[in-house]
């Protein structure tokens, strides 16, 4: 890819340019706006700068400023800022260089005519910076959500959203109230059976600073269940039965329950397996796994009551492996890993990872069915109370663009409001933004009146707990041509002798 330059790039059109940390983004993000403010002779307030977080977006807005009020500064003959007489004159001398037919010299302006060109060009370049200046708090320079929000209020008629919808940014009271609302209606109406399947789930180890280096905690199944609705991450849960790239669905519980409550029927027939496991293993087991062992053993045997699942888990040739040291002395068990693996290769083993099987699926069942009713209970509130979350937003408005009537005209007017934008730190946007972002500045419909620049680091795409997608930014990028792809690799945060000696590992 080409190296970038803020001062000479092509402003019409989609541009992607790839940048990581310490390279100028924000540097490049003010040149771009002040040319199109001057070049495109367009008021600051039909240029869009949109950005991830509101701290940012503060940032941003006042390094705009700066860069408008030393343009006009050197126009005026007063000093500039350090750091800024030099970009500031490249880009006034770039100006001076444009086309006739440029907008910034077709500009109708009343009053009188300028004897010279210099005349003209001063008239012409003062009065955008001035009026940019003036307008310059209502300028565009907002998050995603924020934006989302404007185009949807603003265009009320178009995008067909309800009046007077509230915008509400912390729903976890409420989703808590739901969650709670499902627990009580599902746990206490279990069945004995059902009771011990959950209180399996809910028995958990946790490692702690204690001083055998582990402690036993039993948090509820609840907190569990809050914990993984709340933060909506139920893929965790799926198991060895997801397919990747598909929503596994577990199957009923009733049918889960008839299949779990067979197969532990089945292991407790298993005794004698168990016993001689007992009598190879037990004398060399570490000491939090033996007293784990103790407690599980009736619930084994019998076929009843709650059985750890994370016990179960660890029933296999590797994790028993780790087990059996001896606690004091470290010594390995008086028996070959063939002559280990020998005689846990029985019928029994096979069992306990059908049975850890089935038990996760049902955990995936509750939280998927808790999830559900959750989901359809806050669209419910939603509805009823009439308030939206920021994530309704975006969904909201990518739904009106798409639409077969509404779309055209609404995405029509945002682009005649914005003809142009530039996206920051473009790595954090999910599928639905660039889906809105897209439709309204990429199409091909755009490209010849409006600019669109996406600016980010590819490299932190990988986050995702920031809500980076690489897939989303690699669609993105394959739908820039190539020739307007761009990147900056010079560092201007990090000294010469640092980055050297980053290089010797």
Not at 17 to 34: C, S
Not at 127 to 144: E, G, K, P, V, Y
Not at 208 to 217: I, N, V, Y
């Amino acid at each position: 890819m080409k190296e970038f330059s803020a001062y000479d790039c092509a402003l019409d059109g989609i541009n992607l340019i790839e940048a990581g940390a310490g390279t100028g983004k924000t540097y490049n993000i003010q040149t771009l706006t002040a040319r199109i403010v001057l070049e495109k002779a367009i008021p600051v307030t039909r240029i869009l700068v949109v950005t991830y977080t509101r701290a940012a977006t503060a940032e941003l807005r006042e390094r705009l400023r700066k860069v408008l009020d030393s343009l006009l500064r050197m126009l005026e003959g007063v000093p500039v800022p350090d750091g800024e007489e030099e970009r500031c004159r490249t880009i006034l001398d770039n100006l001076r260089k444009l086309p006739e037919d440029a907008p910034f010299w077709t500009m109708q302006i009343e009053g009188i005519k300028p004897r010279s060109p210099e005349e003209t060009f001063l008239r012409n370049a003062k009065l955008l910076l001035q009026n940019a200046l003036r307008d310059f708090d209502q300028a565009a320079i907002s998050t995603i959500h924020s934006f989302c929000q404007r185009m949807l209020t603003e265009n009320a008629f178009e995008s067909g959203i309800r009046y007077g919808i509230e915008l509400v940014s912390d729903t976890s009271a409420v989703t808590d109230a739901l969650i709670q609302q499902f627990i009580r209606r599902e746990f206490y109406a279990c069945t004995p059976e059902e009771t011990a399947v959950w209180e399996s789930l809910a028995i958990v180890w946790q490692k702690t600073g204690s001083s055998d280096g582990f402690s036993r905690r039993r948090p509820s199944f609840m907190e569990q269940l809050q914990s993984a609705m709340r933060d909506n991450d139920i893929d965790y849960f799926w198991g060895e039965s997801n397919t990747p790239g598909t929503l596994f669905i577990p199957p009923e519980r009733k049918k889960l329950l008839a299949e779990i409550a067979a197969c532990r029927q089945s292991l407790a027939s298993e005794r004698a397996s168990i016993e001689e496991l007992e009598e190879t293993l037990k004398p060399h087991l570490k000491k939090p796994f033996e007293e784990t062992w103790k407690q599980n053993r009736e619930a084994l045997l019998s076929g009843n009551g709650p059985l750890e699942l994370s016990f179960l888990e660890q029933l296999n040739f590797d994790s028993l492996r780790k087990q059996a040291y001896k606690r004091r002395t470290g010594e390995k068990l008086p028996i070959s890993d063939a002559a280990l693996k020998e005689r846990l290769d029985k019928p029994f083993f096979a069992t306990v990872g059908h049975l850890v099987r089935l038990l996760q699926d049902y955990r995936s069942r509750v939280y998927y069915d808790g999830l559900e009713f959750v989901k359809k209970e806050l669209e419910e509130r939603k509805s009823r109370d009439g308030f939206m979350t920021f994530n309704d937003l975006l969904n909201e408005l990518e739904k009106r663009l798409r639409d077969p009537q509404r779309g055209p005209m609404l995405k029509q007017l945002i682009r005649k409001q914005f003809p142009f934008a530039l996206v920051d730190e473009f790595q954090d946007t999910d599928g639905v933004q660039f889906s809105i972002f897209h439709s309204i500045f990429a199409d091909a419909s755009a490209q010849e009146a409006s600019g669109f620049f996406l600016i980010g680091d590819p490299k932190q795409s990988i986050y995702r707990f920031r809500g980076g997608d690489i897939f989303t930014y690699l669609r993105a990028r394959s739908q820039v041509p190539l020739e307007r792809r761009f990147t900056l690799t010079a560092n201007y945060r990090s000294s010469r002798p640092f980055i050297e000696e980053l290089n010797r590992f």
